[in-house]
């Protein structure tokens, strides 16, 4: 049986027309655009390419608002202030002397005393009969010296006697060596009864100082600022610790007892004239001068991060204050040294930054924090700290060096880096601290003005 081939099957790309395809007819010719509108459309595109260019390119900062003044000369005046307490030039503790009971104190803070003013009485009974009986004691003495006085005088009217019977022969030397020596013996007797006698007053003046010491008089003029005992009770007086019953002061004369800084008490000396603000006069302020300067200091939280070490001083008000008190708070400027002629700026101008920045090197690279300290390694060095402030130049701020000498509550001495007149930038503080860097651009604002960009107050 013969094998029949198949019938070739058409192939996609020649396949046959579809009887009812419609047939598209030719496009005509677009007519060429003209030379004119050529040159607008590149126009345009130029156009487009510099807007979009101009838009990515990085726009430079805002100018930073800031605060400025002018360095000027005159006279400084550094101050070292501190803070402290009002006291008593002169205070007094009335104590009781003598063991007993407090039988009358007539006495309240408050009160003015005069010296020798009596305040109070200490039962005196015990302390009287102790007077008495050594006024006896001293009567026994001096009648133990007159007894002696006739004996010595007996013996040597038998001395003499005993003496004129040897020259005839009627007593033998013997009774003349026992005359001689019982007058002397006599007479050593009465020698001690002349010291009981002595003794006997010393201990009769010590009982009548004991029974002075039961009245309380005021050693001073002054004020009764505190009153620690009241009538009926008991003071123990003792040689090894006082027992207060009044304290008094002399409030005509005050002082401020201030504590001044480790690094500020250098500058204080005797004689440097002060002035004391106290906090219940506001608004007020009196002349004091510095009496002492003390040399021991005080250490507080000693051996922990906040340690601070103080020195008191102590500064003599230069008029009485009316209604001031003891305990009363007081701040106190004192004036160390001054300059008559200094190149000065407000004190918020002068700021501080790495030494790195100076010498073009750039801030510190941030980077992971460095690994703890082992015992054997060395620490980290610090990058050093400068002073310096921000000098304006046509619109930019130029950091500079300065060295500072002198301040006050306001002004600083600039001793090198800055001339008078040179305007310099003096806040915000937050800018000034942080964010103003050298060749900045800054915009000089009115104090008390809107900031400008970047240039909120802190």
Request: hydrophobic share 40%; aromatic share 2%; net charge neutral.
């Given at each position: 049986?013969?094998?029949?081939?198949?019938?070739?099957?058409?192939?996609?790309?020649?396949?046959?027309?579809?009887?009812?395809?419609?047939?598209?007819?030719?496009?005509?010719?677009?007519?060429?655009?003209?030379?004119?509108?050529?040159?607008?459309?590149?126009?345009?595109?130029?156009?487009?390419?510099?807007?979009?260019?101009?838009?990515?390119?990085?726009?430079?900062?805002?100018?930073?608002?800031?605060?400025?003044?002018?360095?000027?000369?005159?006279?400084?005046?550094?101050?070292?202030?501190?803070?402290?307490?009002?006291?008593?030039?002169?205070?007094?503790?009335?104590?009781?002397?003598?063991?007993?009971?407090?039988?009358?104190?007539?006495?309240?803070?408050?009160?003015?005393?005069?010296?020798?003013?009596?305040?109070?009485?200490?039962?005196?009974?015990?302390?009287?009969?102790?007077?008495?009986?050594?006024?006896?004691?001293?009567?026994?003495?001096?009648?133990?010296?007159?007894l002696e006085k006739v004996k010595v005088a007996q013996l040597e009217q038998e001395l003499a006697r005993v003496e004129r019977l040897v020259k005839t022969g009627n007593a033998s030397a013997a009774e003349l060596d026992t005359a001689r020596s019982n007058?002397?013996?006599?007479?050593?007797?009465?020698?001690?009864?002349?010291?009981?006698?002595?003794?006997?007053?010393?201990?009769?003046?010590?009982?009548?100082?004991?029974?002075?010491?039961?009245?309380?008089?005021?050693?001073?003029?002054?004020?009764?600022?505190?009153?620690?005992?009241?009538?009926?009770?008991?003071?123990?007086?003792?040689?090894?610790?006082?027992?207060?019953?009044?304290?008094?002061?002399?409030?005509?004369?005050?002082?401020?007892?201030?504590?001044?800084?480790?690094?500020?008490?250098?500058?204080?000396?005797?004689?440097?004239t002060a002035e004391v603000e106290i906090d219940a006069f506001p608004d007020q302020k009196f002349p004091a001068t510095v009496v002492e300067v003390a040399r021991n200091a005080t250490v507080k939280n000693q051996g922990t991060e906040g340690e601070v070490?103080?020195?008191?001083?102590?500064?003599?008000?230069?008029?009485?204050?009316?209604?001031?008190?003891?305990?009363?708070?007081?701040?106190?400027?004192?004036?160390?040294?001054?300059?008559?002629?200094?190149?000065?700026?407000?004190?918020?101008?002068?700021?501080?930054?790495?030494?790195?920045?100076?010498?073009?090197?750039?801030?510190?690279?941030?980077?992971?924090?460095?690994?703890?300290?082992?015992?054997?390694?060395?620490?980290?060095?610090?990058?050093?700290?400068?002073?310096?402030?921000?000098?304006?130049?046509?619109?930019?701020?130029?950091?500079?060096?300065?060295?500072?000498?002198?301040?006050?509550?306001?002004?600083?001495?600039?001793?090198?880096?800055?001339?008078?007149?040179?305007?310099?930038?003096?806040?915000?503080?937050?800018?000034?601290?942080?964010?103003?860097?050298?060749?900045?651009?800054?915009?000089?604002?009115?104090?008390?003005?809107?900031?400008?960009?970047?240039?909120?107050?802190?």
């Open positions: 049986m013969a094998t029949q081939n198949p019938l070739p099957m058409p192939s996609p790309d020649h396949a046959a027309p579809a009887p009812d395809a419609p047939v598209l007819a030719a496009l005509p010719p677009q007519p060429r655009m003209s030379w004119g509108k050529r040159i607008v459309a590149g126009l345009f595109v130029v156009a487009v390419v510099a807007i979009t260019v101009s838009a990515l390119r990085p726009k430079p900062p805002p100018p930073i608002g800031i605060q400025a003044v002018a360095a000027k000369r005159g006279p400084i005046t550094r101050l070292v202030t501190a803070a402290g307490k009002l006291q008593a030039a002169t205070e007094v503790k009335l104590s009781a002397n003598v063991s007993g009971d407090l039988l009358e104190l007539d006495a309240h803070e408050g009160d003015l005393v005069k010296k020798g003013q009596v305040l109070g009485k200490v039962d005196s009974r015990r302390y009287s009969a102790q007077v008495a009986q050594q006024t006896a004691a001293r009567a026994s003495a001096a009648a133990d010296v007159e007058l002397g013996a006599e007479r050593a007797r009465q020698q001690a009864a002349v010291e009981r006698v002595a003794q006997a007053e010393a201990a009769l003046s010590e009982a009548r100082h004991a029974l002075s010491l039961t009245t309380l008089a005021s050693p001073i003029d002054g004020v009764i600022t505190k009153r620690q005992k009241t009538a009926g009770e008991r003071v123990r007086g003792s040689d090894l610790s006082e027992d207060v019953v009044l304290i008094i002061s002399t409030l005509s004369k005050m002082e401020a007892k201030i504590e001044v800084g480790e690094h500020e008490v250098v500058y204080v000396k005797e004689g440097d070490t103080t020195f008191f001083v102590r500064l003599a008000l230069d008029h009485p204050v009316q209604n001031a008190l003891p305990g009363m708070s007081a701040q106190a400027s004192i004036a160390t040294d001054t300059r008559d002629s200094a190149v000065v700026v407000p004190i918020q101008a002068v700021t501080v930054r790495p030494e790195r920045e100076l010498t073009g090197a750039g801030p510190a690279p941030e980077g992971p924090p460095a690994p703890a300290q082992g015992a054997g390694q060395k620490k980290a060095k610090r990058d050093p700290l400068r002073k310096v402030v921000f000098v304006i130049e046509d619109g930019v701020a130029k950091i500079r060096p300065v060295e500072t000498g002198l301040a006050s509550d306001t002004e600083l001495e600039i001793t090198s880096g800055l001339k008078e007149g040179e305007k310099v930038v003096e806040g915000p503080y937050r800018v000034l601290s942080r964010e103003l860097a050298d060749g900045k651009r800054v915009n000089e604002e009115p104090l008390g003005g809107k900031p400008g960009a970047g240039g909120k107050k802190g």
